[in-house]
């Protein structure tokens, strides 16, 4: 096998986890519940994923959905968020608002609730993108924290500094500002 020391791509891994929520009710794509002394949801939900390219312009970024049952049973958005994936390679952790969409008027939110049918996105890249977001009605809705954890490969082979790489560099970094 030959190594090339000019790359074509730069690698980055991030292993992490959706960690849990505050503020959220409930959740379906691992179900949770609080207990009667916290307000926090746990749901340690692992992420494992590799990204390949040449450019980290418009970066991947995290979307989060979270449904839980209404009063009736029926399956309804209690939140949406994003963020955008570190790629400084260690240890991070996102804590990302979360956001409803609310209806404009008032016999709107009556019939929604009535009839199980709440505002949500079709398309979750909405929750990624600012477009078109302006005209949307949202009401916060708690919060999800993630934890990351980043490893990278070739990425100042393609030009881009993410910062020291070891121990020793930050620490002869340091040193040079002390001088």
Same mark, same amino acid.
């Given at each position: 096998?030959?190594?090339?020391?000019?790359?074509?791509?730069?690698?980055?891994?991030?292993?992490?986890?959706?960690?849990?929520?505050?503020?959220?009710?409930? #959740?379906? !794509?691992? @179900?949770?519940?609080?207990?009667? /002394?916290?307000? +926090?949801? *746990?749901?340690? $939900?692992?992420? =494992?994923? %590799?990204?390949?390219?040449?450019?980290?312009?418009?970066?991947?970024?995290?979307?989060?959905?979270?449904?839980?049952?209404?009063?009736?049973?029926?399956?309804?958005?209690?939140?949406? #968020?994003? !963020?955008? @994936?570190?790629?400084?390679?260690? /240890?991070?952790? +996102?804590? *990302?608002?979360? $956001?409803?969409? =609310?209806? %404009?008027?008032?016999?709107?939110?009556?019939?929604?609730?009535?009839?199980?049918?709440?505002?949500?996105?079709?398309?979750?890249?909405?929750?990624?993108?600012?477009?078109?977001?302006?005209?949307?009605?949202?009401?916060?809705?708690?919060?999800?924290?993630?934890?990351?954890? *980043?490893?990278?490969?070739?990425?100042?082979?393609?030009?881009?500094?993410?910062?020291?790489?070891?121990?020793?560099?930050?620490?002869?970094?340091?040193?040079?500002?002390?001088?």
């Amino acid at each position: 096998m030959e190594t090339s020391s000019n790359p074509s791509v730069f690698l980055l891994t991030v292993n992490g986890q959706i960690e849990g929520a505050n503020g959220l009710e409930e #959740g379906i !794509t691992q @179900i949770t519940s609080k207990s009667t /002394q916290s307000h +926090r949801l *746990i749901w340690n $939900f692992p992420l =494992e994923i %590799t990204f390949k390219s040449t450019n980290p312009s418009g970066w991947p970024q995290l979307v989060v959905s979270v449904y839980g049952p209404d009063v009736f049973g029926n399956d309804v958005v209690r939140g949406y #968020g994003a !963020t955008h @994936i570190p790629f400084t390679p260690g /240890q991070h952790t +996102r804590t *990302i608002p979360m $956001f409803v969409p =609310e209806p %404009t008027w008032r016999l709107q939110k009556f019939t929604g609730w009535l009839l199980g049918r709440r505002p949500e996105y079709t398309d979750p890249k909405v929750v990624a993108q600012g477009e078109g977001r302006e005209v949307t009605r949202v009401r916060s809705q708690g919060f999800v924290t993630v934890s990351f954890h *980043i490893m990278t490969k070739d990425m100042k082979k393609m030009g881009y500094d993410t910062g020291p790489s070891s121990p020793s560099a930050v620490q002869s970094e340091a040193q040079s500002y002390v001088k």
